[in-house]
């Protein structure tokens, strides 16, 4: 397989850095002592259009909740933060908190969920579902409407926001309306072309990927709450967009999520994305092809989320 081309406004801003975030992952994800610095919470944009709140669950779970002014009651986001199990906070997408709370109109609810591999799963996928039993139980309260809800989440995100979908049709929870899937890690069995052929490339590797799963797998066989990808029926599930980042190795699973959620009768926006890495719209987010990204998202969660 050929490497496709990098988008050439990414590909400037990484000839001009050496940051091994950005150009050698493989060494973040070597010792746990490597990506621990990347759990500081970091500086964050502000935005004087929104209230921004944390709120605790009974059980210490932190929701950091996002609300533009006014009086009319706004759909519900779910919003599940990237970090590859391991890192992240929801202060990391900050801005994308905001554009949804201020583009969508959506009050949003970011959970900060418990880290691997100190807390392996099921831990962080049981807090995004506690996450989503909280906000809707405190949707008035919120100013939110739980019947308009969706779940969206970018990368580790991603898979919890797509676990989060099959564990609520599973047990007749509350009612998703939309799932937004972005460059999701979906499938923890790693056999796909793009993670076999995509092994030397900017933000994240084949190694990377190893590595992830290894903190965050599960005891015994992994099931569709750990990898969506392993679930055996995704029939009955809400209306999605599934983002797949072409420049990638989680490519071709995100696609492959796509095609079988579609097979299931599942309404699905499959949005490929020529020349983005993964992450383009979180760390390249002022590129042309980042704001791209971002707008796709807006679009689909206004479209997905009217009366």
Do not use: K
Request: include cysteine; aromatic fraction near 8%.
């Amino acid at each position: 397989m050929t490497t496709p081309a990098i988008d050439r406004e990414i590909q400037a801003i990484l000839d001009a850095t050496d940051d091994p975030f950005l150009h050698n992952p493989d060494s973040i994800f070597a010792t746990t002592e490597r990506f621990a610095a990347l759990r500081a919470i970091p500086d964050v944009p502000q935005d004087d259009r929104v209230e921004v709140r944390d709120h605790h669950t009974h059980g210490g779970l932190r929701l950091r909740v996002y609300r533009t002014a006014g009086a009319e009651v706004q759909p519900l986001i779910l919003l599940l933060h990237s970090g590859a199990f391991v890192f992240g906070r929801p202060e990391t997408e900050e801005a994308r908190a905001l554009r949804y709370a201020t583009d969508v109109g959506a009050v949003v609810v970011s959970v900060d969920y418990r880290h691997a591999p100190e807390h392996p799963y099921p831990a962080a996928a049981e807090d995004a579902y506690t996450g989503l039993l909280w906000a809707v139980e405190h949707a008035a309260e919120l100013g939110a409407d739980p019947h308009r809800l969706a779940v969206a989440g970018c990368s580790a995100g991603g898979t919890l926001a797509a676990a989060t979908a099959l564990r609520a049709r599973d047990t007749a929870g509350p009612a998703i309306r939309f799932q937004l899937l972005m460059y999701a890690g979906l499938d923890d069995r790693l056999a796909t072309a793009s993670v076999r052929e995509f092994t030397d490339i900017p933000v994240l590797t084949r190694f990377a990927l190893e590595r992830a799963w290894e903190y965050y797998g599960p005891d015994g066989a992994p099931d569709g709450y750990a990898a969506p990808a392993r679930a055996a029926d995704l029939a009955g599930l809400p209306p999605a967009l599934v983002m797949a980042t072409e420049v990638d190795p989680l490519r071709d699973e995100n696609i492959a999520y796509a095609a079988r959620l579609s097979a299931a009768g599942v309404n699905t926006e499959l949005v490929q994305v020529p020349g983005a890495v993964h992450g383009f719209d979180l760390m390249f987010a002022h590129t042309t092809i980042g704001e791209r990204g971002l707008a796709t998202q807006v679009r689909a969660l206004r479209e997905a989320l009217r009366v």
